[in-house]
């Protein structure tokens, strides 16, 4: 029910469906709709079904950026098989007026969290001197592994360009169900290019950062999800394969 009043708990929560340790298995294919998505929040990152690319949400739009270079807004039926939303409110700001690369950035995003141990909505807003990003490919069935797919992935730089990074830091005590640390997607000014982001150099802008302690996880009941294995031991090394920058 709406009284008028913020849900505080909503609010402060991380909506996320599978996890990262199904998509390293070659889980591409979920039955989350992105409609379904946005109603738990309207910020965040994911890739879509048969690992068509890679998503960006900002300010309640879900993007599909392809490795194609295309970019296009997603529609409501659209699938998705792994992303993780929530309502972005941010609760720091610190402003960037000097060149800064992806090391420092996140030294000072460190250096003004209130601990490792909580997850993180993180938006960087500003202009560029470079951002380096990969896009994965759309798969076939049978779906290879995550390491094998993103050896196909598209690589590109863009150079002197206004956009936002959106993603989130989470703690080691979430790898395998997340990216444990940071996983940021970038996205253009105009929406036109970005994916998953490599590295990047921030020429000025804006960090926000906003604590979370919720997880709503929402795991698929897709065939290929109850039948995969997920204990692999070598789940951390293969996770920072595939999405390591
Ligand atoms: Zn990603």
Redo the contacts with the bound molecule.
């Keep these: 029910m709406h009284d008028g009043h913020h849900d505080v708990r909503r609010a402060r929560e991380i909506y996320q469906t599978s996890t990262m340790g199904a998509l390293i298995d070659g889980v591409y294919d979920g039955d989350v709709t992105i409609g379904e998505l946005l109603r738990h929040g309207d910020f965040g990152?994911g890739?879509f079904n048969r690992l068509d690319g890679?998503m960006v949400i900002l300010d309640g739009t879900c993007h599909h950026l392809r490795s194609d270079g295309s970019a296009r807004i997603a529609d409501a039926g659209d699938l998705t098989p792994f992303a993780a939303v929530t309502w972005f409110r941010p609760d720091t700001s610190i402003p960037v007026t000097t060149s800064t690369d992806r090391v420092a950035i996140t030294a000072l995003i460190d250096a003004a969290l209130s601990s490792d141990n909580l997850m993180y909505a993180l938006r960087i807003k500003g202009t560029f001197g470079a951002v380096r990003t990969r896009t994965v490919m759309r798969q076939q069935p049978p779906y290879p592994p995550l390491t094998e797919a993103a050896e196909g992935q598209q690589e590109s730089t863009f150079r002197d360009v206004e956009g936002t990074l959106a993603g989130f830091r989470t703690p080691d005590l979430e790898q395998a169900i997340a990216?444990a640390g940071y996983?940021m997607?970038f996205i253009d000014r105009d929406h036109r290019q970005g994916g998953?982001a490599l590295d990047y150099r921030l020429e000025h802008g804006v960090i926000e950062i906003s604590s979370r302690s919720e997880l709503h996880l929402s795991l698929p009941r897709t065939p290929q999800f109850l039948a995969s294995d997920l204990t692999s031991e070598s789940l951390a090394q293969q996770i920072h394969q595939a999405?390591g920058g």
């Design positions: 990152l890739t890679e990216v996983h997607h998953h999405e």
